[in-house]
Each structure stands twice: as C-alpha cells, then as structure tokens.
C-alpha cells in the first residue's frame, strides 16, 4: 500500500542511516584520539583499569627521578672518598721517605701538611643537594647515618599501595665528624684518634680509638691522619717508633677508606639495576594499558573507508525512498 502518512521505506532508510553515522562518528573519533577507550563510556572496566595503571605509572617515573638523584648522592660521595684515598696515599709516601735518617722533616711536614688541607677541602666539598655524607656533624639535631631513597611503588592485589626504599649506611664512609659530644667526636676516618708509642699502655691501636690510658701513657703521641705533624721528630728509637706509627695509622685509614669506596661502589650497582628495572617496568604497563585501549588504526582506517561508502549509500536510498511519495501525485493529473 502506498501512503502519504507513512513513508516505511524513508523510515527504514534514516534508521539505516543514523546507525552508520554514528558508526562513522565512533571511528573518526578513535582515529583522532588513538583510542578505542577515550572515556569512561567506552568501556568503564577497561577505562578504569588504565587510569590507575596511568597513574602508577607516574608514581614510577618519581620513583626513577629519586632513584637519579639517590645515585648522584652515592656517586659525590665516592669521588670524595677515592680523591681522599689519593691523598692519603701522598702521605703516607712522604711519610716513609721521612722514615730514612738524615731527611728534613720540616720540609715533608710543610708537604704533608698542603696534603691535610687539601683533604679537608675534598670532604667538604663532596656534597649534592644539601647532603655530605663525608663531612658530617654526628651530633647534629636529626642527624641519621642511614641514608634512604625511594626505590619502588607498589599494588597489591587489594589495592593498597606501597612504597619501597634502598638504605645506605654512611657511617663507615665518614671522613670527619664535628660532633661536639665527646663519645662521637673525632669518629671518622681522618679524625679518628690513633697513639704511636710503644709498649703495652700506648701501643699502636689499628681501629683508631684511643683509651684513657693510652692517651696518658708516658710519651705518648696521640694523633690523627688529619693532623699528624713530624716536624719535629728527630733521629732517636722514640721518635723512629712514632714515625712508624703514623706510617701504621695512616695505612690503616687507606684500608677503612678503600672498604668505604667499595660499599659506596655496591651501593650505586644496586641503584643503577634498580632503576633499570623501573624502566623497564614503566614500558611495561605503557604496554598493557595500550592493549587494553589504543585503537588499532589499521582496522580503523579500513572501517572509515566502509562506512563512507555506507553513508554514501544510505543518502542515496533515503532519497529514492522520498522520491518515492512524490510519484503518487502523478495519479492525480
């Protein structure tokens, strides 16, 4: 039956067109963005579990930023330490070339002594964002010899976050302590108190920590690496003895100082593989969360060019279906 009232074939015809307009719209819209899952409407499980993979993923590129600034503390402090170590070494040379009779010590000490200085400087200067961990005050308030960095974020399967640190002991790379409590001052490597005297009250102690009875012992010669001074040392078996102490004490201080570089040297390997791991990681979940909601633009493409030809189509029908009604008038002529 025809009828002007109800044009079935135009109405067949708009729905089929509707439908691949907004096909047509949903394709060109993924192709702009990239995304099949653009918005929460798309796909909300999918949307959801992007966005917080999105958002760890920002968590872990602090975590890679904290984890370059924790090497670059571990990598100050161990140019200090190896600078240091060259250093001493300087000294302990001119302190065995002192040790043959007939020298003029004055003049080694004069040596030594540019060497001390330069010493102090290193430490000092070894310092990044605020931080020295070889020139240190002990006594400080909020003084902690573990050093910690952020080094993970983590999910649970509940959902709870977590995050995970790398720690540092620095108190056994400390060169010089300032503490003013006596029990912690003069605790680090150069500053650390050894005696060179002979005999049982004032033998040499390899751990640079020198006893009361020690320090009081007759004739003895408490000194530290920082501040040894052989200016005035002579030829007698007293003062050879002495000499020899240093010699001990300062090649003690090279052994703590080289176990220093080493556990420096561990400590920045650990970070280094730690941070190639977030890397690694962070690729990863860009990975997972574009198999979860990029568009695949190969399929898109192709879609496009179908829903074209079908939109292409369906204005043509739409038109013949109106057309349609316009024939009917012919009846009446």
Not at 63 to 92: H, N, P, Q, R
Not at 302 to 321: D, E, K, M, Y
């Amino acid at each position: 039956m025809s009828s002007i009232m109800t044009n079935a074939s135009a109405m067949t015809a708009l729905k089929t067109l509707n439908a691949t307009n907004k096909a047509l719209s949903t394709t060109q819209s993924r192709i702009a963005t990239g995304f099949r899952v653009a918005e929460a409407s798309d796909n909300a499980a999918y949307w959801s579990i992007a966005t917080t993979m999105r958002s760890d993923n920002k968590a872990l590129s602090t975590v890679k930023d904290a984890l370059g600034l924790g090497a670059a503390k571990v990598d100050v402090a161990y140019t200090g330490v190896k600078a240091a170590i060259d250093v001493v070494d300087e000294i302990k040379s001119k302190l065995v070339a002192a040790r043959e009779p007939g020298v003029d010590r004055e003049k080694i000490q004069a040596e030594i002594t540019q060497l001390q200085g330069q010493l102090t400087a290193n430490a000092d200067a070894s310092a990044f964002s605020g931080e020295n961990w070889l020139s240190v005050d002990s006594s400080a308030t909020g003084y902690n010899a573990d050093k910690t960095m952020v080094s993970s974020f983590t999910r649970a399967s509940d959902g709870s976050v977590s995050v995970g640190t790398i720690s540092v002991d620095t108190s056994t790379v400390v060169l010089f302590d300032a503490a003013t409590d006596a029990a912690a001052a003069g605790t680090g490597i150069l500053d650390a108190k050894y005696t060179s005297t002979t005999g049982a009250a004032g033998a040499y102690v390899a751990d640079g920590t020198v006893t009361a009875d020690q320090s009081t012992a007759t004739g003895a010669q408490v000194f530290t690496v920082a501040t040894l001074d052989i200016s005035a040392l002579t030829n007698s078996t007293d003062d050879l003895a002495t000499l020899e102490g240093y010699i001990k004490g300062v090649d003690d201080a090279i052994g703590k100082m080289t176990t220093a570089a080493s556990d420096l040297g561990a400590a920045k390997k650990r970070i280094d593989m730690q941070s190639e791991f977030v890397t690694n990681m962070m690729d990863t979940i860009d990975r997972g969360v574009g198999t979860l909601v990029d568009a695949d633009m190969n399929k898109e493409s192709t879609r496009l060019q179908a829903l074209q030809v079908q939109q292409q189509l369906g204005i043509q029908a739409l038109s013949i279906a109106n057309g349609n009604s316009q024939s009917i008038l012919s009846l009446f002529r």
